[in-house]
């Protein structure tokens, strides 16, 4: 069974880091892209950064562009995300999730620039991240 399990969330000043980890149970066929997605209180789901594992090519949100980083330790199956630079906008719990997304459509998601939730089946309980100005 796959579980996912998030940790690093916190509360910091504009301008501060944060990093998140998200550690899955076990690796599939069913989960070759990890995730991460945040939504705020009355704003839809975002997705802002995913890993398509053996692939060096990370999609990022226009949103967090420059200011995040993925990546992954798949030995240890966890999953990180950088934040820099954070905006109080970054505000949001923040979840991971895990999916299996076949290479051609992820080069689609890259040229569109969009990650669509809808494509990851396994999601973590989220990890909240407040960013005070």
């Known amino acids: 069974q796959v579980t996912l399990v998030e940790s690093g969330g916190g509360s910091v000043q504009a301008g501060g880091s944060l990093r998140l980890s998200c550690e899955i149970s076990?690796?599939?066929?069913?989960?070759?892209?990890m995730g991460w997605f945040r939504q705020a209180p009355g704003k839809e789901r975002e997705g802002v950064a995913s890993?398509?594992?053996?692939?060096?090519?990370?999609f990022y949100a226009d949103s967090v562009k420059g200011r995040f980083a993925v990546s992954q330790d798949v030995a240890r199956r966890i999953t990180y995300l950088e934040m820099n630079n954070l905006e109080p906008e970054d505000t949001a719990m923040y979840y991971c999730?895990?999916?299996?997304?076949?290479?051609?459509?992820?080069?689609?998601?890259?040229?569109?620039?969009?990650?669509?939730?809808?494509?990851?089946?396994?999601w973590g309980q989220g990890t909240q991240v407040t960013v005070s100005s």
């Open positions: 890993i398509y594992r053996g692939s060096p090519v990370r």
């Open positions: 999730a895990a999916g299996r997304i076949l290479f051609l459509k992820w080069k689609d998601i890259l040229k569109e620039t969009r990650l669509d939730a809808a494509d990851f089946p396994y």
């Open positions: 076990l690796f599939t066929n069913n989960t070759n892209v």
